[in-house]
């Protein structure tokens, strides 16, 4: 048996290195030929880039207790055909058409299949146990996920294919995920179908710029360990497959999808422990989906939504954090809010239309800053009854504000209290309003009213 070289090998090597010249090679050469034995280990002991010519059974050994990266322009895999084992990743890269010939391989650490621009199939991988992260990255031509059949992943699920030719994920049989799974930029993907088995998923899910998803239908998930983002998948008009879903322990995003209207889909999600972001949707108008929602633990964040004209159904959640509404082109009111009784910070920022804050009438303190500025058509504050902000309250940029009396008699403004170029209201009336302040732990600025 030839003897284990102790020590890693990562880089190129040179024409004299026993792995390149077999008359340097302890034990001499071995064939190509030879079939590997599995029940006898001939392990190298390391890491290995392995680059053409090299051949690995002219190596002597059957496994490698490290990574092997291999980066090949061979028409197939048999040269790798006496490897059995990998104890870390096994990377493959090139111009390979096939992956055919690793006939004895039964167990890798880790799968990262990358740059690969003529792989179809990965049929060769069937039977070989997988223990950590799958990594499909730049497969333009692949097909299908076939012969990935493992049941349980310790590690990660990502497929990055930028391919046009694979519209399920048919053959993945998993249950159990234990990291994350990123399932983005294939823009041939029409069907989640494949990930039907998975009731949780440890980590994040996310579903990004597949532009042939018209739903996530094929999803059974019920719990999710990180964030859920759905993010700039072109033609997604629904969440439907996320029906079951119940707690995300991490953020919810939901973004930069143009054909979303509203969250339906989402009819199970009674929690989300961070935060909740909406936005750059551009066509989406209703809340409708989240009608069991009852707790968000960060913040509630409704950015650049042109064509949201109101808050109304949204759903009586508390939410731990901060409040933000910015960006809202049609936003007219905040109606849905009435529930909000205290809160970090809230931000009004940039809706060129709104004019009704009445349903923030129950809100009495915000332990960090309250900002409304540069709301192009709010001309009063009626409705608005805070009594203490623990923070900074700012009142700026609102070009038709005329009546702030709503905030008279606020018992106290932690930081510092800013009333500053509203040209409509002048600076009599925002003094009016000073005055009537409790206290203030900051500055007081007034001016440009």
Request: charged fraction near 20%; charge should be negative.
């Amino acid at each position: 048996m030839p003897a284990v070289l102790l020590f890693a090998l990562t880089g190129c090597i040179g024409s004299d290195h026993p792995l390149v010249n077999p008359e340097n090679r302890p034990g001499g050469s071995i064939s190509s030929s030879i079939k590997a034995d599995c029940s006898e280990p001939r392990v190298f002991s390391g890491s290995l880039d392995l680059n053409d010519p090299i051949q690995w059974c002219d190596l002597g050994y059957n496994a490698i207790s490290g990574d092997l990266t291999v980066t090949t322009g061979q028409p197939d895999m048999a040269f790798l055909s006496c490897l059995c084992e990998v104890d870390g990743e096994l990377t493959l890269s090139g111009d390979m058409l096939t992956l055919d010939g690793m006939d004895n391989l039964h167990r890798v650490g880790a799968l990262r299949i990358e740059e690969t621009p003529t792989i179809v199939s990965l049929e060769p991988f069937r039977g070989v146990r997988i223990d950590g992260d799958i990594q499909l990255v730049t497969m333009r031509l692949l097909a299908s996920l076939e012969g990935l059949d493992q049941t349980r992943l310790d590690g990660d699920l990502i497929l990055l294919t930028e391919s046009i030719d694979l519209h399920s994920l048919d053959g993945l049989q998993l249950t159990e995920v234990t990291g994350e799974i990123d399932v983005s930029y294939t823009p041939g993907l029409a069907s989640l179908a494949g990930l039907e088995g998975l009731q949780r998923i440890e980590g994040d899910l996310t579903l990004q710029g597949n532009h042939g998803l018209f739903s996530l239908e094929g999803l059974a998930v019920e719990s999710l360990g990180g964030t859920l983002r759905v993010a700039n998948n072109a033609l997604l008009e629904s969440l439907d497959g996320l029906d079951q879903l119940a707690v995300v322990e991490g953020w919810v995003f939901i973004q930069g999808n143009p054909n979303l209207v509203d969250l339906t889909g989402l009819d199970s999600l009674t929690t989300v422990y961070h935060s909740l972001q909406l936005e750059q949707n551009a066509l989406f108008t209703s809340f409708a989906g989240l009608d069991q929602l009852t707790w968000i633990g960060g913040n509630l964040e409704l950015l650049y939504l042109p064509a949201l004209s109101s808050m109304a159904g949204f759903p009586p959640a508390e939410v731990e954090a901060n409040l933000q509404i910015s960006n809202n082109d049609a936003l007219l009111d905040v109606d849905g809010l009435s529930h909000l009784t205290d809160i970090q910070s809230v931000r009004l920022h940039d809706n060129d239309v709104l004019v009704d804050l009445t349903d923030l009438g129950n809100l009495q303190l915000a332990t960090g800053y309250v900002v409304v500025t540069n709301n192009d058509s709010l001309e009063t504050l009626d409705g608005v009854a805070l009594d203490e902000v623990r923070s900074d309250l700012r009142i700026e940029d609102n070009g038709v504000l005329t009546d702030v009396s709503a905030l008279h008699d606020m018992s106290r403004v932690g930081g510092n209290l800013k009333v500053l170029d509203n040209p409509s209201l002048g600076d009599a009336a925002a003094w009016d309003f000073v005055d009537t302040v409790g206290s203030v732990g900051g500055q007081t600025l007034v001016g440009g009213n």
